[in-house]
């Protein structure tokens, strides 16, 4: 009696256990801020994205593949061209994530690494059609293209940024010597303008003498003429005696 209930409850338990696994493999879960798609043996991939939460499905029959929705950084190294055709080094960080109702699109047609097939072609497209001038119009120019690019693929770009930028070493070489040129000019051109202004200052001083000369010339002569009339006007007083110099004798001059 006791042999044939434990045979029972050991099928019953194998019964439950065979269920109980099942049960399991016919469960599956999708964590928060992730999607499912549901890939069935017989029909393809199928249109519907489940969301979170735990869900059925045939067992064998359906496979889940479970994407990530959520946003995520990714560093694009890109060697491209600028106008004068001179080689850019760039690095673009971008912040993506996929568009959760075209993910059964992006599956069939991308894979599940669709990131690595994708954001590499179209960043390198989108940077040879731009001008590197000036690095936030860049920036933004970039940012507009690449979103619009990406949404025909089924991502969305929450941000797009350029965190490294340099330029080939002929190029880096050649923009110094400009630079060192420029300023060689520049000190050129202070010499002369600085030559230039010492013989204007000469010249101005030269003109200051000559007026200061012919003033004082004039004075003289001015003088001069006074002094003579003044000696006439003396010499013919009678009280005016003159003594020649070194002589201590008093002459009377006759009038």
Wanted: proline share 4%; charged share 25%.
């Amino acid at each position: 009696m006791a042999a044939k209930v434990f045979e029972s409850i050991g099928k019953f338990g194998l019964a439950l256990a065979v269920a109980g696994g099942v049960v399991n493999s016919a469960l599956y879960n999708v964590d928060a801020g992730h999607r499912a798609v549901i890939f069935d043996r017989f029909r393809g991939v199928q249109d519907i994205v489940v969301g979170e939460g735990t869900h059925f499905l045939i067992p064998w029959v359906q496979k889940p593949i479970i994407f990530d929705c959520r946003s995520w950084p990714r560093n694009v190294p890109v060697i491209t061209g600028s106008k004068d055709l001179q080689n850019v080094n760039i690095t673009l960080r971008i912040l993506f994530r996929p568009v959760a109702s075209q993910l059964p699109r992006i599956f069939i047609s991308m894979g599940e690494d669709y990131d690595e097939r994708v954001l590499p072609s179209i960043t390198t497209e989108i940077l040879k059609g731009e001008l590197i001038t000036q690095r936030e119009l860049v920036s933004r120019q970039v940012s507009d293209d690449l979103t619009e690019r990406a949404a025909t693929f089924g991502l969305i770009l929450d941000d797009v940024s350029l965190t490294h930028l340099t330029f080939g070493k002929e190029f880096t070489e050649a923009v110094e010597a400009k630079q060192v040129a420029q300023q060689e000019a520049e000190r050129a051109r202070f010499v002369v303008e600085k030559a230039e202004q010492l013989k204007r200052a000469a010249a101005i001083s030269a003109e200051g003498d000559s007026k200061a000369a012919e003033l004082i010339a004039n004075s003289l002569a001015t003088a001069g003429d006074a002094a003579e009339d003044i000696a006439y006007q003396l010499s013919r007083s009678r009280n005016i005696t003159y003594r020649p110099v070194g002589q201590s004798v008093l002459l009377q001059l006759p009038q």
